[in-house]
């Protein structure tokens, strides 16, 4: 069912003040930067061995993430989980019980289909279930 540890979600205030940190202090490399109008963010992807980074700084004040970041602060967001079949999973998930924020997959970033699960079903943690063409 889950294929692999997709991304790391960290939502940060600036892509500017962040980034470099990321890309001159752990000489990380920038795969790019994109905004994801569904989900109110501008993302900057950042290459970590075989997982990603994705920095996640609010477009709005209403973005989930800009919410997120007044309540919390800057910092983790959530673990994105590398699935095949998206639809299918979020129907297991809600059949085992989990409560999912999305019935439907969303578009995301890099051309993902993305649902997230709430953290009230998941210990505290939100978990996002992430498809992207090619991953079956």
Do not use: W
Not at 20 to 37: D, S
Not at 69 to 86: F, Q
Not at 106 to 130: D, N
Request: glycine share 12%; aromatic share 4%; with cysteine.
């Amino acid at each position: 069912m889950i294929k692999k540890v997709d991304h790391i979600g960290i939502a940060v205030r600036s892509l500017g003040e962040a980034l470099p940190f990321y890309t001159e202090t752990l000489q990380l490399e920038c795969l790019g930067i994109e905004e994801v109008e569904s989900q109110g963010v501008k993302v900057a992807f950042i290459k970590a061995g075989e997982t990603k980074l994705e920095l996640l700084e609010p477009t709005s004040q209403e973005s989930p993430v800009a919410k997120f970041i007044e309540k919390r602060g800057e910092g983790l967001h959530h673990v994105a989980l590398g699935v095949g079949s998206i639809q299918d999973r979020i129907n297991e998930m809600k059949d085992k019980g989990i409560k999912m924020l999305q019935d439907k997959p969303k578009p995301g970033a890099g051309g993902a289909q993305v649902a997230f699960m709430h953290p009230k079903s998941t210990g505290g943690i939100l978990y996002e279930l992430c498809e992207k063409k090619g991953l079956k």
